[in-house]
């Protein structure tokens, strides 16, 4: 067995509910970096694709788009005091997800499950993008069944926007969401499906 050790790092953006004031309540979303370049066994890759790069602009690519450009939208409605928002919002790009979710398994467990989360914050929800690059004729959102309160959100958050969702009750998913779910987080994690890409 050759170990080979790295590092990994989070990058986090914060944006405080109501004009700067901390909220004792907070969103995380979220998405992952990294990506599984020359692969590995788990990477669906073909016997005559073994050693070659493989193609992964929607694995990684498109849910960190997507992040940022979500960031970029808060961030400018916060400036234009128009975000009147009772949570914190985290924004996360999470790393070594390809790996065995190893930053948001790191950061459930050293923010939340230890000295530096304190009773007065919790975290309420964990909404994730992985592969959402690809929406032609369903979004998939899983974690639905994670609240009683999720489909009804979404089905009215979806009336002026009309995307044929597809919602699915499961909440085991291998992607981030499961660091949050384990641990009684409500999830949601959006994705346009599997390709040959």
Known sequence: ILRKKGVGRNTLGWL?????????????????????????????????????????????????????????????????????SNYDIL????????????????????????????????????LNLDMVGRYKDKLTLHGVGSSPAWKKLI?????????NLNLQNDSHIPTDTTSFFTKGVPILSAFTGLHAD
């Open 155 to 163: 089905q009215r958050a979806n009336i002026p926007v009309g995307l």
């Open 91 to 126: 924004i996360v790009a999470w790393s070594g997800e390809e790996m065995g979710l190893l930053g948001s398994a790191h950061f459930m467990r050293t923010q939340v499950s230890g000295k530096k989360n304190t009773k007065e914050r919790k975290i309420i929800s964990y």
């Open 16 to 84: 405080r509910a109501n004009a700067g004031s901390r909220s004792e309540r907070i969103i995380v979303i979220g998405a992952h970096l990294d990506h599984i370049g020359y692969g590995r066994a788990s990477s669906r890759a073909k016997k005559s694709d073994k050693g070659k790069m493989h193609p992964g602009a929607d694995d990684n690519a498109s849910g960190i788009g997507a992040l940022l450009e979500i960031a970029e939208y808060l961030a400018d409605l916060m400036k234009k005091g128009l975000l009147k």
